[in-house]
């Protein structure tokens, strides 16, 4: 098989880290698969960067910002190459453009445009594993550029779909909480109706563990492996947990609940079941569409709530906190840009107008959950054309305080 790997930068920060992400890498060359891992900057690297950049100018090009801005996913490449080499493996670090990556010329959010395989296949050919710098690439003049927010991700998947991989895995390494769905070969066995086929994945120092509620209490333990093993293992026999669900009509119930170690995301594993019976059977299933858990809105009213922006080039900021409404449970954000320079913006497909003629540009627009990445684009006049921006915009459940 052919698999594509992504690790985020707190999967790397740390020689501890680095080298269980290594392991897991050089598990999967082992099994006999063609492996292109593709990195992100270790630990808290791009910020420490870009402040380093603020330090010295308030303003700085973007052209340069791209390349000082590269040199931690380039860095963290070269990092996990080194570790694959002292395990044993042979390997071979790739900047994006030493991958094949063309992009347009947009620093801070470049698009990629195509990605010319050739050396990437020439490596795997030549049995090495390739270790890609993510969120980066060159534009057709040879400049470097980067992807913006989520641009390891977007490399990763640009990767996967153009060597047309086997397999795609994201591996989830940011602290928190997540809903993620639950995929199982059986309909005898799956996470509680109530629940919609999903369950929690917490996210703590890059360990994942997924808790699921099920359908009854049939299920008495469960063993990440096969049915076979799971008698000689009984001191790693899942206990359960009592969970209380209640349902679309109101009513509620107690069934048994497990919280299962998982390893990788959107990759399938053996998990053994236990009923009431005594017998073991063998499934498989995966723990797939991790997504960040979203805050339920607040009661109606006006507030005032922390925002994190993050995306373009690093150089636009908004107010925060930022002043929320919530009126029927749907909540607006009035959002303040650094610039006067935004002609209107784009959340979910819709367009939304200044509500100010002078200063900042001001917009209001719906935030449809807190703490979750709002995705939205910003079009600015500020050069030669007009350009639309990516974005995402955050707003911190634990920042909000009521307006009086």
Known sequence: MLIVQ?????????????????SIIADSADAGNKVVAVVSARGDMTDELLGEARRISADPPVRELDALLSCGETGSAAMTAMQLTDMG????????????ILTDS???????????????MRELDAGKIVVAAG????????????LGRGGSDTTAVAIAATLGAD????????????????DTDSSMFHANEANDGKGTLTVKDGQMTFHVSLASKKIVNLYVGMAADAEAHEGDWLQPTTDTVTYSDG??????????PVKALDEDFQLAILGTKGKWYDHTVRVANAQPAAAEAPADGTYTCDVTLEGGSGRATVDSP??????DGRMTATIVWSSPNYDYMLVDGEKYLPTNTEGNSTFEIPVTALDTPLDVVGDTVAMSTPHEIEYTLTFASASLIEAK
């Open 6 to 22: 992504k690790f985020g930068g707190s999967s790397l920060a740390g020689t501890e880290r680095l080298r269980r992400a290594a």
């Open 167 to 182: 397999l795609c895995q994201i591996y989830t390494d940011v602290d928190g909480v997540y809903t993620a769905d639950f």
């Open 89 to 100: 493996k042979s390997c071979v670090s790739l900047t994006g453009a030493q991958a094949g």
């Open 322 to 327: 930022a002043a929320l409404t919530v009126a």
């Open 251 to 260: 009513l509620s119930d107690e069934v048994y609940g497990f919280d299962i």
């Open 135 to 146: 969120f980066q690439g060159a534009e057709e003049g040879g400049d470097t550029t980067t």
């Open 106 to 120: 947009v620093h801070g959010a470049a698009r990629i445009l195509s990605i010319d395989t050739a050396r990437i």
